[in-house]
């Protein structure tokens, strides 16, 4: 339908150097027939699986729908995942073909071939990379050529038109951050109810849309949003590269794009970084524009009175200020969706000031994204909106639990019926794992993954992420990983902002050779000591961080510390970081 509505118009668009390569909606339309065919030729059974292990690219989509059509089921693997837990996921789900994006997946897929059951081809989406060709063992443009020639054009019509909205969309295997990943199966009747919801709740997603595409596509947040840009006729710009994100944006000027608050952090940091050397009289005209902004922007979206006093001021503030600041984020943002992590109210309220509308929500692997998401206009920063339309959220009254049911719940964990069993209560509610409750006028609230919840030996229960969230909205503090489970106070290790902590010992005249030098200055630690103490203000005795190690690394998800979406795994740090980690508890 779209392929004949749309044409010629773009599609698709991905950077390459610094060349733009675009797909209009006849070559998208095309490539999935002939990617479509060619799986069925290369054995592919309707219900069977294909891999994508690669990072973001207009092939990975095309990849994706084109197996959809071949009535298969895609199965992403992350980008960044080691050669052991892509074999784990290629085992598991039993993948016979798998694409992969470039250099760093396809060692990975080669060190597997050959020697795992399951794979027999491989199909490398970088044409330029030189390759060990073979029948098994192809680039793209080859795969296509297969599936033009194939003759299997009528199959594919026929298993698209057999396919139903129980058939199985896809198994997307969650990082975990604990134990194993669990392969989450979502059908097509997942997504056809979100599309209808969305649709609902959003503000008029259109055709004339820009959307951006740099959260991983293995991650469910940005494959189902992807989907919806589809749906609608939004273009989709595809950024292989997150690290050129701030550049990208700006050149793209995206009207929607889905992100982590990871993201707002950075670019909230840089900015207050960038106002600390600023002079006086600039430090109060921007505190003036951000007032002005956050009090005529909770006006409109409280449908209120906007006086011809603060219409003035705020044009003011618009052009002086306000609108450079949007620029940072491309200038033409209509909403940014934003879930996976807790966004500091902080930062929510300062964007919103803007005129950027970050629409946070919630949601998981298993409930097909989105649970909840702001409204435009009925909304509390701080919460993470309403359940969209004919999702049944609850709190279990015993432990505070979030607990769902709706056409967006998953059809169960892949191969694992006791793990699925175990999530889902006998009236049907799936168990998300996260605490949270109700605010009065209907907002969820999340207070916490259940999970993630310590009990320092004295008894008392901390809540890290909210520790976490509130001390590493400092912009001195690039990222944070509060320790504190069966231990007698809490304890941080904490990655500091070089970018602002450089610019801050430039203007003291602190001297150092390298960031280890730099981290153990007594001036340094010290300084870190009284911010913390400021951002825990408001904490219990018992939350507040005794002692901390400065970092000179960050966490990284090639090193096991991190997952894909930015969240701390705990046990791998705990297992890392122990020698560190005992000295902070050392009498």
């Not at 524009?289 to 006093?309: L, M, Q, S």
């Not at 607990?403 to 059809?411: A, C, D, E, P």
Request: with cysteine.
């Amino acid at each position: 339908q779209q392929v004949e509505k749309y044409g010629d118009r773009i599609a698709l668009r991905c950077k390459s150097g610094s060349e733009w390569r675009e797909t209009s909606w006849r070559s998208f339309g095309e490539q999935v027939r002939a990617v479509g065919t060619a799986l069925i030729d290369a054995g592919i059974g309707e219900q069977k699986t294909a891999g994508i292990f690669s990072q973001n690219m207009p092939e990975w989509s095309i990849a994706d729908i084109a197996a959809l059509c071949a009535r298969a089921i895609p199965v992403p693997i992350y980008p960044t995942n080691t050669a052991k837990q892509a074999e784990y996921i290629i085992n598991d789900a039993e993948i016979a073909v798998l694409f992969v994006g470039d250099r760093e997946q396809y060692d990975k897929a080669m060190q597997l071939f050959g020697r795992n059951e399951f794979l027999k081809k491989i199909v490398v989406f970088n044409e330029k990379l030189p390759i060990a060709k073979s029948v098994d063992v192809m680039y793209y443009s080859d795969f296509l050529a297969i599936g033009r020639k194939s003759g299997r054009d009528a199959e594919l019509d026929e298993r698209m038109s057999r396919g139903t909205p129980e058939d199985l969309l896809t198994i997307i295997y969650t990082s975990g951050t604990t134990g194993e990943p669990k392969g989450v199966m979502l059908a097509h009747s997942n997504t056809i109810f979100q599309k209808e919801r969305h649709d609902r709740r959003l503000i008029d997603p259109n055709d004339n849309d820009i959307s951006l595409c740099f959260l991983p596509l293995s991650h469910v947040f940005e494959r189902i949003w992807t989907y919806y840009v589809f749906a609608v006729g939004m273009t989709n710009n595809y950024l292989d590269d997150t690290k050129k994100i701030v550049e990208f944006i700006q050149e793209v000027k995206p009207t929607i794009m889905c992100a982590v608050p990871r993201f707002y952090e950075k670019i909230y940091a840089t900015v207050l970084n960038r106002l600390e050397s600023a002079p006086p009289a600039k430090k109060k005209l921007f505190k003036w524009a951000i007032r002005t902004g956050a009090a005529r922007n909770v006006k409109k979206r409280d449908r209120k009175f906007v006086g011809p006093w603060l219409a003035l001021t705020y044009g003011l503030a618009d052009k002086l200020v306000l609108s450079k600041l949007r620029d940072v984020v491309g200038g033409r943002i209509k909403f940014f969706p934003c879930a996976g992590a807790p966004l500091s109210q902080e930062i929510e309220e300062f964007f919103y000031a803007t005129g950027v509308f970050i629409c946070y929500g919630y949601g998981l692997t298993e409930t097909t994204a989105t649970v909840t998401c702001h409204e435009p206009h009925n909304f509390k920063f701080g919460a993470v909106g309403k359940p969209l339309d004919d999702v049944e959220v609850k709190i279990d009254e015993a432990n505070g639990e979030i607990l769902i049911r709706g056409g967006n719940v998953m059809k169960g964990y892949y191969k694992k019926p006791q793990a699925t069993a175990e999530v889902f209560t006998a009236d049907g509610f799936f168990r998300t794992g996260d605490a949270g409750f109700f605010q009065e006028n209907g907002e969820l609230r999340i207070t916490e993954r259940i999970k993630d919840l310590m009990k320092t030996s004295g008894g008392k229960y901390i809540a890290p992420q909210l520790i976490e969230s509130t001390v590493g909205a400092d912009h001195f503090i690039e990222q944070i990983a509060v320790i504190g489970d069966q231990r007698k106070y809490v304890s941080a290790l904490i990655v500091p902002s070089f970018e602002a902590l450089v610019e801050y010992a430039k203007e003291r005249g602190i001297t150092y050779a390298t960031r280890e030098e730099l981290i153990t200055k007594a001036e340094i630690v010290e300084f870190y000591r009284k911010r913390i103490t400021e951002c825990s203000k408001e904490f219990a005795e018992f939350e507040k961080i005794k002692r901390f190690t400065l970092l000179a690394k960050e966490f990284t998800v090639e090193d096991g510390e991190i997952t894909p979406t930015m969240k701390i795994k705990r046990k791998s740090v705990a297992e890392i970081y122990k020698p560190m980690i005992d000295r902070m508890y050392a009498e």
